[in-house]
């Protein structure tokens, strides 16, 4: 199976290739886009970021086709694949149509096959791309707890199968990323802050200052992360002297990382245990925070029958490398979208009954 995957769902412009039989993925080409200009904003403008796709999708599938049948001309990438997978929700709106409706032009062009994928899901099967996603496909995987950590969203699924997924709990405020980056903003760190904060905390001290670690004690899979921006806010307001001091800077983003990291993993252990999972992934942006990989991947060690896979670096944040491994799954299982009648889902959930 070949696969060609856009993913356009928020600020990120992504194309891949994939190849897949039933035993592996063979070969995943992948590129990504990022969008800088959000930076002066700080944060993701949606009219900006769809013309920002508009203008980077048809480069970045030339630089595709180029790629894969050493030409430029998409007559000859359309004649390499056979599936059109695309990113049809959960996101922005505008940015996902670009890529929607570019996906559905290629597929009743080139006559091919198309996936609608829902992101999340996309975020799940990155873990199958990469060196230990290799093992995903031999072992038995199912029951698996998955932590999907955005910027959108927190949430716990547990996944039954191939594209069955049960919710557990979702944040009821703030998602982790949106924790990462709205204590970056206090912090005058710039957007997106998750990459700063994790680049800051490593140099700082963790146990520096006390911060909030809301909902780590119940018993429910659920998140809340807004006490905890509001703490720092509170605290950097009351510290501005500060602020000049760099090893300030880097305390507070090292005390801020480590109370996100500690409710994380906390709630994630507490519900594999409880769902006895076999597997635990997990998934979103946040996923590159090389604390939370190190930290879960510990805490998870001392769970016997317990396995810790994680996504390799380039395929945590937004990408179409994931879209194509989600798109493969639902292949599978013969789910297919019409090109005339497919429509973006902007809200789309995961495994909600
Ligand atoms: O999955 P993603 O690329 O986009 C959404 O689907 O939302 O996730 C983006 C989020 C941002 O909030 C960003 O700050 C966070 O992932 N992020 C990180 C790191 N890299 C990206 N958070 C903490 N540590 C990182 N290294
Ligand atoms: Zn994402």
Same mark, same amino acid.
Not at 30 to 35: R, S
């Given at each position: 199976?070949?696969?060609?995957?856009?993913?356009?769902?928020?600020?990120?412009?992504?194309?891949?290739?994939?190849?897949?039989?039933?035993?592996?993925?063979?070969?995943?080409?992948?590129?990504?886009?990022?969008?800088?200009?959000?930076?002066?904003?700080?944060?993701?403008?949606?009219?900006?970021?769809?013309?920002?796709?508009?203008?980077?999708?048809?480069?970045?599938?030339?630089?595709?086709?180029?790629?894969?049948?050493?030409?430029?001309?998409?007559?000859?990438?359309?004649?390499?694949?056979?599936?059109?997978?695309?990113?049809?929700?959960?996101?922005?709106?505008?940015?996902?149509?670009?890529?929607?409706?570019?996906?559905?032009?290629?597929?009743?062009?080139?006559?091919?096959?198309?996936?609608?994928?829902?992101?999340?899901?996309?975020?799940?099967?990155?873990?199958?791309?990469?060196?230990?996603?290799?093992?995903?496909?031999?072992?038995?995987?199912?029951?698996?707890?998955?932590?999907?950590?955005?910027?959108?969203?927190?949430?716990?699924?547990?996944?039954?199968?191939?594209?069955?997924?049960?919710?557990?709990?979702?944040?009821?405020?703030?998602?982790?990323?949106?924790?990462?980056?709205?204590?970056?903003?206090?912090?005058?760190?710039?957007?997106?802050?998750?990459?700063?904060?994790?680049?800051?905390?490593?140099?700082?001290?963790?146990?520096?200052?006390?911060?909030?670690?809301?909902?780590?004690?119940?018993?429910?899979?659920?998140?809340?992360?807004?006490?905890?921006?509001?703490?720092?806010?509170?605290?950097?307001?009351?510290?501005? @002297?500060? /602020?000049?001091?760099? +090893?300030? !800077? $880097? =305390?507070?983003?090292?005390?801020? &990382?480590?109370?996100?990291?500690?409710? %994380?993993?906390?709630?994630?252990?507490?519900?594999?245990?409880?769902?006895?999972?076999?597997?635990?992934?997990?998934?979103?942006?946040?996923?590159?925070?090389?604390?939370?990989?190190?930290?879960?991947?510990?805490?998870?060690?001392?769970?016997?029958?317990?396995?810790?896979?994680?996504?390799?670096?380039?395929?945590?944040?937004?990408?179409?490398?994931?879209?194509?491994?989600? @798109?493969? /799954?639902?292949?599978? +299982?013969? !789910? $297919? =979208?019409?090109?005339?009648?497919? &429509?973006?889902?902007?809200?789309?959930? %995961?495994?909600?009954?």
């Amino acid at each position: 199976m070949k696969i060609l995957a856009i993913e356009t769902s928020c600020d990120e412009s992504s194309v891949a290739y994939l190849e897949a039989d039933s035993r592996g993925f063979r070969r995943v080409e992948q590129i990504v886009a990022g969008q800088a200009i959000h930076e002066k904003y700080g944060g993701v403008v949606p009219e900006v970021a769809a013309r920002e796709h508009s203008a980077t999708l048809p480069p970045i599938l030339a630089k595709m086709a180029e790629t894969i049948t050493g030409s430029i001309d998409g007559a000859a990438l359309g004649k390499a694949v056979d599936i059109i997978a695309v990113t049809r929700g959960p996101g922005l709106v505008t940015s996902l149509r670009v890529g929607t409706d570019t996906a559905r032009m290629l597929a009743a062009a080139w006559k091919k096959k198309l996936i609608g994928i829902n992101h999340i899901e996309g975020h799940i099967y990155s873990n199958w791309l990469g060196e230990e996603g290799w093992t995903l496909w031999k072992d038995r995987v199912f029951p698996a707890l998955v932590l999907v950590v955005s910027g959108g969203h927190t949430e716990l699924l547990l996944m039954t199968g191939h594209g069955k997924y049960r919710l557990l709990g979702a944040t009821r405020d703030d998602a982790a990323g949106e924790a990462f980056d709205k204590t970056a903003k206090l912090l005058g760190l710039g957007y997106p802050g998750g990459p700063m904060i994790s680049k800051l905390g490593r140099e700082g001290d963790p146990k520096a200052f006390d911060f909030p670690r809301p909902m780590i004690d119940s018993p429910k899979p659920e998140f809340s992360f807004a006490g905890l921006k509001t703490a720092v806010r509170y605290f950097v307001q009351k510290n501005s @002297a500060r /602020f000049d001091d760099p +090893r300030f !800077i $880097r =305390d507070v983003a090292a005390s801020a &990382e480590q109370a996100i990291v500690d409710v %994380l993993v906390a709630k994630t252990i507490r519900a594999a245990k409880k769902t006895k999972a076999r597997t635990l992934l997990l998934a979103g942006g946040v996923a590159a925070n090389t604390k939370l990989r190190a930290t879960l991947a510990a805490a998870a060690a001392g769970i016997k029958g317990l396995r810790f896979v994680e996504p390799r670096l380039e395929y945590c944040t937004d990408n179409a490398g994931m879209i194509a491994a989600a @798109a493969y /799954f639902r292949a599978r +299982r013969r !789910i $297919r =979208d019409e090109w005339r009648t497919m &429509e973006v889902d902007p809200h789309w959930e %995961l495994g909600r009954s």
